[in-house]
């Protein structure tokens, strides 16, 4: 192979690796902080914005498909594990869940989880599969964990039951203990269940808790649910608007028509939202459920009803909450260790193997760089593992080049020419550089399929990390001592 076709070759790897981190780098320097978090908007949200605003942002939206991003350590935000509540299954199946009752309940959830996640307007949000049971849900950038957290965890189960209006006006003060608990439960007749009503003032404060009895036959529930939006009323008060299918329609028109005069409870979750009296027959399919929430809580309440409810109950087996100030300290931390480890590689490069040790720090920051390309055309999200094992990746990158200028030493010892102990040297270090990166890429393939979160992101950094030391480590480091040689008419070699 020519020495021109050879150089082309690298030309073509950097330049492709070059285009594709500049959309990285764009992002990150290009756009503020600021104009980056309107991406994370959601669609109701972004349609207020000028059209020139909407452009921008769908810009920088088809960007974002393309840059490395920041991972949960890296920039804050919200680490969970749920899975099932395996008691709440059972009572609902009557019999003790199996295999696939569990499995086809996971693949609801996570379906409805993306849903809701994707709506709530986070970058590049993480929801991952542990086992046959558990999902690891990463959310990069969350400003409100408690908002995130109520959305992920509300199980979206709505319900209408009527309000045992004979039983509720029978509940006294003395019948509660300090924390609003019913201690005289034989009160509540066998066919009703107590709730509570959250009542909250203007300024989103609890104020009072009232509870209320209800009946416990759900007459209508949130699965005939067709979309789900929300609206204000004549006074700028926020209200969820939904439209319910043919059958739901129909349903709820014979509800209200059966129930004039009465109480309706509607349910979110074991929570009251609201307790409208019905006025008339309601024909049409549409329900307005008014409260006392706020309008951040009337939009998450029309996200969760639009994704629908879990099959199963869900519960937090796992919770981390990490701040974006630890965030930023992680990144100046990594960023600092691998300068400084870089830069020790480097160095001890350049001392001890002279003239030839500068061709293998070259070949070392080539590395990175065709590493970072790589990434970025992924989309990789990149964590504190990442950056491990991008660090390991330098360390790798040396010692093919120290094995091979070690081979060539001992063959200029023995008395060949520059050009042949060059030659030998990269022929008999070959098959041991081989080995020794097969090996360890054949423990990162076991990684990155059996490992998850950290372990995996370390895994797969460094297996693309080894095949690109492959390439600068043995062809490029092999072209420049070519052109070298060629262009200096080298007598002695510096190594």
Same mark, same amino acid.
């Given at each position: 192979m020519?020495k021109l076709?050879r150089?082309f070759?690298?030309?073509?790897v ?5 285009w594709?981190f500049?959309?990285?780098y ?9 104009d ?8 109701s949200?972004?349609?207020n ?6 452009? $921008?942002?769908?810009?920088m ?7 490395i991003?920041?991972g949960?350590?890296l ?7 749920l ?7 059972k009572?609902?199946l009557?019999?003790e869940?199996?295999?696939?009752d569990?499995k086809?309940a996971m ?18 949000p ?5 086992g046959?049971?558990?999902i ?5 950038g969350?400003k ?19 309000v ?5 006006a029978?509940?006294?003060k ?10 005289d ?12 009503y959250?009542? $909250?003032?203007?300024y989103?404060?609890?104020v009072?808790?009232?509870a ?5 036959k759900?007459?209508?529930d ?11 009323d004549?006074f700028?008060k ?5 439209t319910?299918n043919?059958?739901?329609?129909k349903?709820f028109?014979e ?7 009465k109480?309706?409870?509607i349910?979110?979750?074991g ?7 019905i ?5 049409g ?5 008014t409260?006392?929430f706020t309008?951040?809580?009337? $939009?998450?309440?029309a ?8 099959p199963?109950?869900?519960?937090i ?10 965030g ?6 990594g960023? $600092?260790?691998?300068i ?10 350049l001392?001890?193997?002279?003239l030839?040790?500068?061709i293998a ?6 590395n990175m ?12 999200t990149l ?26 030493k001992e ?7 520059i050009t ?14 081989l080995?020794?990166n097969?090996?360890?890429l054949?423990?990162t393939?076991?990684?990155s399929?059996?490992g ?17 030391n492959?390439?600068?480590?043995i062809f ?16 002695k070699?510096?190594i």
């Open positions: 020519s076709f150089v070759i690298v030309l073509i950097v330049a492709i690796a070059a594709g500049s959309y990285t764009i992002w990150y320097f290009k756009y503020p902080k600021k980056r978090e309107l991406t994370n908007l959601p669609a949200q972004l349609a914005l000028p059209e020139k605003e909407r452009v $921008k942002i769908k810009e939206k088809k960007l974002r498909s393309r840059i991003n920041l949960l350590d920039q804050g935000g919200l680490y969970m594990v899975q099932p509540d395996y008691e709440e299954m009572k609902k009557g019999k869940p199996t295999q696939e569990i086809d693949r609801r959830v996570m379906e409805i989880l993306r849903n809701r996640i994707d709506k709530f307007g986070v970058s590049e993480s929801i991952t599969t542990q046959e049971d558990r690891v849900i990463e959310l990069p969350s409100d964990p408690d908002r995130a957290k109520k959305i992920v965890m509300g199980r979206g189960l709505l319900e209408f039951k009527l045992d209006e004979d039983t509720t029978k509940l006294r003395d019948m509660f203990d300090e924390n609003g608990n019913l201690i439960k034989s009160i509540i007749p066998k066919g009703s269940e107590l709730l509570y959250w009542e $909250k003032n203007k989103d404060v609890l009072r808790k009232r209320i009895v209800v009946y416990k759900t007459l209508l949130g699965s005939y649910i067709k979309r789900a939006q929300v609206q204000t004549q700028g926020p209200e969820v608007v939904f319910l043919s059958e739901g329609a349903k028109a509800i209200t028509g059966d129930n004039v005069g109480m309706l409870a349910i979110l979750d929570k009251i939202l609201s307790m409208p009296v006025r008339e027959r309601i024909s399919g549409n329900v307005r459920i409260g006392n309008m951040k809580d009337a $939009k998450d309440l996200l969760v009803l639009r994704a629908g409810a879990f199963v109950p869900l519960e087996a796992e919770e981390r909450t990490v701040g974006p100030t630890l930023e300290d992680s990144i100046k931390a960023t $600092k260790a691998a400084i480890g870089s830069i020790l590689v480097l160095g001890f490069m001392l001890y193997y002279k030839s040790g500068l720090d070259f070949a070392v920051i080539l760089f065709l590493l970072l390309g790589v990434l970025a055309w992924l989309n990789f964590t504190l593992s990442g950056i491990a094992g991008m660090i390991l990746t330098v360390g790798m990158a040396v010692d093919a080049n120290v094995i091979i200028f070690e081979r060539i063959e200029l010892r023995s008395g060949k020419t042949a102990s060059i030659q030998a040297g990269y022929d008999k270090a070959f098959r041991t550089i080995d020794a097969m090996t360890t054949i423990a393939f076991v990684l399929q059996f998850s979160g950290p372990i995996k992101g370390f895994a797969v950094t460094l297996s693309i990390g080894i095949v690109i492959m390439f600068t480590s490029v480091t092999r072209l420049l001592y070519d052109i070298g040689i060629d262009l200096f008419k080298v007598k070699l510096s």
